[in-house]
Nanobody, 124 residues
């Protein structure tokens, strides 16, 4: 059972930056794709970004392209989300997730393990 722990959330003004981290409990995550999703109150959990096990392939939701960057450090079993030019509509709980077997990185249903989430609040 892989455990994922997010950190780095907080309150920031519009235009500011945050870096989220997702630490995994096992080295096996280095052979798994990882992703960030977010969920605002009353909304579904939406895809934000994903990264392949090697880190060579990355995918982004259109709403965050050019502002967010996903990366990973397999030596540390950790994934990151660098968020720049934050907007109030980025306010949500951000979750990290991991899965090994599907190429459909954008579909939350293929992810096997999830973190508990970290709150990001962007004030206007």
């Amino acid at each position: 059972q892989v455990q994922l722990v997010e950190s780095g959330g907080g309150l920031v003004q519009a235009g500011g930056s945050l870096r989220l981290s997702c630490a995994a409990s096992e080295r096996t995550v280095s052979s798994s794709a990882m992703a960030w999703f977010r969920q605002a109150p009353g909304n579904e959990r939406d895809f934000v970004a994903a990264i392949s096990s090697s880190g060579r392939a990355t995918y982004y939701a259109d709403s965050v392209k050019g502002r967010f960057t996903i990366s990973r450090d397999n030596a540390k079993n950790t994934m990151y989300l660098h968020m720049n030019s934050l907007k109030p509509e980025d306010t949500a709980v951000y979750y990290c997730a991991t899965q090994r077997y599907s190429a459909d990185y954008l579909d939350r249903r293929v992810y096997d393990f999830w973190g508990q989430g970290t709150q990001v609040t962007v004030s206007s």
